[in-house]
C-alpha cells in the first residue's frame, strides 16, 4: 500500500460528549455536525456568533455556555474543537484536552491538530469522507461536488436496508452466497432505484444461490494505454469486487491501485526479449485461483482481444469449467491517435484500419504478413510490438511497394506522461527511432492520415527532439 498522510475513521458520537471553544461560523457548523452525528455538545463562546446562537436556540443537543473554556471542561470529553487565534493560545488549549484524553482541532491549523474535517457525502448511514490533510480544502469540496452529482439519492434507503438485512442474511445463507448476495445488491442500490421493494430481499437470495457454480467466474479486462483515467466504469466495478488480480507489464501500476484492497496481486507480466512468466503457468494459476472460489481479474495492458492472447486463455478456462467475461479496453493505437489529435479514418485518405503484430512467437517479425494489404495507401496501420523488428518491416514495406514518404509515428508510452512521439516517414523512421533510446511500450503508427499530426503544437517536455518530433 501507498503511504497514507492520514488515517480516515469514522467516529461513532452518539450519546457522547464533544466540547467546543469559539464563536465563529466555522465553529458553529462543527457544532451542528457533531450534534447530528448524536453527540451530546457544549460550546464554550463568551460572544457568539449569529449562527451558534441560532443553533442553541433550535431543540437540539447543543448547549451554549457563555464564557471562556477552562481546563476542566474537557473532563469527560469524546473530542475537542476550538478556535486559536496564536501558537500559545493552541498549546494551551491543546495541554488541556490531552490531559483529558480528548483528540484535539484546532480550526484551520492542520499543524496544531489531532485530526481535521473533511468534506462530507452524507447518505447517512453511507458516510464518504474526502481529507487533503488540510492542503487543498477547495479540492475536497470540488471532489465532493462530483461525487454528491453521481451518488443516486436513494442510495440512503439501500444503506439503511443492508443493516436490516445483514443479520437476516446470516441466518439463511453460507459465506459465499453472502457475498454474491451484497454483489447483487450494489449493483442494484447503484442503478438509481429510488428504494428498495418489499420482495427485493427473496429475489436478490434466490439470485445469490441459484446455479452454484464449482469455480468463481474470471474476468479478462483491458487496463487500457496507460491513463488510469480511461478504464471503463464496468472495469472499475469489476476490479474492485476482485479478490486476486493478475496484471501485465503494460497495466499501469495506478491501474492495479484501484483494485480492491484486500485482493491478492500477482503479476505475470511477459515481455519480449526479456524473462517473462510463461503462458501456460498464467492459465494454470486462473483455474486454480477460480477453483478455489476466488473472483479473478486478468488485467491485460490496452484491449485483452487485441493481441492478448485472450483465445488461448478463454479455451482453457471454459474447459476447466469457468466461467468467463471480458471487459474490453481502450487499446494502444486509439489510446496514441487520441493523443495526437488525429482520426485513424478520413474519407480521402484511409478507408480502412489495420491492427498487426510485428512480433511473432519467435519474437521475430511474423512470416506470413499480406504485404499487398500491409502497403495499402488507403489504410492506415497501427503496428503493435514493433520497435525491435522496425528496421526490417521498413524493408519488407520498402521492397513491396510502399511509398517511402508514407507518414509514420512511433508512440513511446501512450497515454501516460511521459508519452514520447517520433515522427517521419517510413523509410527514415527505423534510423530515427535507433537514436531514441526508446525503453517503453510502443505502437507505430503509418498511413496518409498521420501526415496531419506533424504540425499539431505540442508540449516540448515530453516529446524526442532532434528532428524527429512532431
Known sequence: ????????????????????????????????????????????????????????ARPSAVNLILREIERDDFAGAALAIAEAGSEAEAAKIRSAARASGAPLNIIDKPDWSDFQFGSIVNRSPLVIGISTSGGAPVLAQALRASLEARIPRGLKLWAEKAKEWRSRLKALAPPQARRRFWELFARAALTGQAAPQEGDFSELLAGAQASPRQAAPVALVGAGPGDPELLTLKALRVLQAADAVLYDDLAAPAAVELARREALKIP????????????????????????????????????????GRANEEIAALRTAGVEVEVVPGVTAALGAAAGLQVSLTERQKARRVQFVTAHAHDGKLPADFDWHSLCDPRASTAVYMGAWTLPELSQRLLANGMDPETPAVLVEKATLPEERRISGTIGDLPAKAAEADLAGPCVILIGAVFADAFSLPRKPDNLVRAGACL
Open 268 to 307: 505475470v507480466g511477459k515481455r519480449g526479449y526479456r524473462p517473462s512468466c510463461r503462458q501456460e503457468h498464467i492459465i494454470s494459476l486462473m483455474v486454480s485461483l477460480a477453483s478455489q472460489g476466488k473472483r479473478v481479474v486478468r488485467l491485460k495492458g490496452g484491449d485483452p482481444m487485441i493481441f
Open 1 to 56: 500500500m501507498q503511504g497514507l498522510s492520514c488515517l480516515p475513521v469514522f467516529l461513532t458520537l452518539s450519546g457522547k460528549r464533544v466540547v467546543l471553544a469559539g464563536s465563529s461560523e466555522a465553529l458553529a457548523w462543527k457544532a451542528e455536525l457533531c450534534s447530528a452525528a448524536g453527540a451530546k455538545v457544549s460550546v464554550f463562546s463568551p460572544s457568539p456568533s449569529f449562527r451558534l446562537l441560532d443553533l442553541a
